[in-house]
Structures are given as structure tokens and as C-alpha cells.
């Protein structure tokens, strides 16, 4: 069983910066993505970036490419999202999830192709 926990956020003034977290256990196949996305009140879950698995491949969706980074500490079974610039309307839970197995050759942020999710974390964006 896959399982994620997510970690690092909490309230920051606009124009500052968050590192989240994701640490990832029970994912032994190699061929997966992992993608971050977040929900709003009131709004469906939106994906915000992906990563491969076995390319390292990664894709952002347009509206918050400019200010996120997605990354991975194989090693220490984490995936991160730096996101700075932080805007009010950035304001949600962020989660994490993976589609496993999964072979393709870039990724996608398709929250609906994603099998297992985390709890998330709650960033709210205020001054």
C-alpha cells in the first residue's frame, strides 16, 4: 500500500515562499508519477506539477509555472514543491499522489489519473 504525508505549509504573507514536503512509502515500482495538487474551497482539485518515476521527468501546469519547482530525494523517499511568489489565491490544501504503474514518457497532472493520495496540507496565504 502506497502511502504519502504531506508537510510544510502554514500561513505566509504574500510574496513569501513555502518548501512542501511529501514523504512516500510502499512504492516499490519504478515506472510511476507523482504529482502535487491542490483544492480550494468551493473549486475542484487542480494539478500543479508531476514528476516521472523513471525519467525524472517533470511538467508544470501554465498558470503557476513561473513559481513552483518540483523535485525528488530518491534516497530519502521525498518529493518536494517549492513554491514562492505566494499570491491570497494560492490559498488551499496541497496534496501529493501517484499513479502507479505508469509508463509514459512525459507526465500529467490530470488529478483523475492518480490512484493514491496523501492528507494534504493547508496553505493559507495572508497578510
Known amino acids: 500500500q502506497v502511502q504519502f504525508v504531506e508537510s510544510g505549509g502554514g500561513l505566509v504573507q504574500p510574496g513569501g515562499s513555502l518548501r512542501l514536503s511529501c514523504v512516500v512509502s510502499?512504492?516499490?515500482?519504478?515506472?510511476?508519477?507523482i504529482g502535487w495538487f491542490r483544492q480550494a474551497p468551493g473549486k475542484e482539485r487542480e494539478g500543479l506539477s508531476c514528476i516521472t518515476g523513471h525519467t525524472g521527468l517533470t511538467n508544470y501546469a501554465d498558470s503557476i509555472k513561473d513559481r513552483v519547482f518540483i523535485s525528488r530525494d530518491s534516497a530519502k523517499n521525498m518529493v518536494y514543491l517549492q513554491m514562492n511568489s505566494l499570491k491570497p489565491e494560492d490559498t488551499a490544501i496541497y496534496y501529493c499522489?501517484?499513479?502507479?504503474?505508469?509508463?509514459?514518457?512525459?507526465?500529467?497532472?490530470?488529478?483523475?489519473?492518480?490512484?493514491?493520495w496523501g492528507q494534504g496540507t493547508q496553505v493559507t496565504v495572508s497578510s
Open positions: 510502499g512504492l516499490t515500482e519504478d515506472y510511476h508519477q
Open positions: 499522489a501517484v499513479e502507479v504503474p505508469f509508463y509514459g514518457a512525459g507526465c500529467y497532472i490530470d488529478p483523475k489519473r492518480y490512484d493514491y
